[in-house]
């Protein structure tokens, strides 16, 4: 049964109406258009749909919209801010981390988070911190790159 929900996303406030059990995932891209968190597998196996929920990351598809209420969110759309890229997103641009880019979302949404708890990761530490997120076109060299790059321009900017 829909009820009203207020959600924290990307800073800003919304009223949503909506079955509290819905994954998030459909209500950020269904309802509030936000789409560019991604449906990948369904299954919290694949993490094209990664957001963080109080900045720490989860799986959108499993976690169901009245879970996240008052709490908050940030999908890929909320880590650019005053029109310029996060530093995550400028490097994945800058080392062309990405083909089909369907992962990329969740990918940045999930280094972003692990970057919060380790601003010097090594090479290792990125490969598993990111293991959940499933890239197919094979671009996890380039990924872990642009994610040391950005770990270390997120430390010279601090």
């Not at 957001?51 to 009245?66: F, I, K, N």
């Not at 890929?76 to 990329?104: M, R, V």
């Not at 990111?130 to 380039?142: D, K, M, Q, S, Y």
Request: with cysteine; hydrophobic share 40%; proline share 4%.
């Amino acid at each position: 049964m829909a009820k009203s929900l207020q959600l924290e996303i990307n800073g800003k406030a919304h009223q949503v109406n909506a079955d509290p059990g819905v994954p998030l995932l459909y209500v950020l891209r269904e309802n509030l258009n936000l789409t560019g968190t991604k449906y990948g597998c369904g299954e919290g196996q694949c993490g094209a749909c990664t957001v963080m929920v109080d900045g720490v990351a989860r799986r959108s598809c499993l976690t169901p919209v009245g879970s996240v209420a008052g709490k908050k969110i940030t999908t890929i759309e909320g880590l650019a801010s005053n029109g310029k890229l996060h530093p995550l997103q400028q490097a994945f641009w800058d080392a062309d981390a990405f083909q089909c880019s369907y992962c990329t979302s969740g990918m940045i949404v999930a280094a972003a988070a692990f970057l919060k708890t380790n601003a010097n990761p090594s090479e290792a530490q990125i490969a598993h911190a990111l293991n959940g997120n499933v890239c197919r076109c094979g671009t996890h060299p380039r990924i872990i790159a642009a994610v040391q790059k950005a770990a270390k321009a997120m430390r010279e900017k601090s």
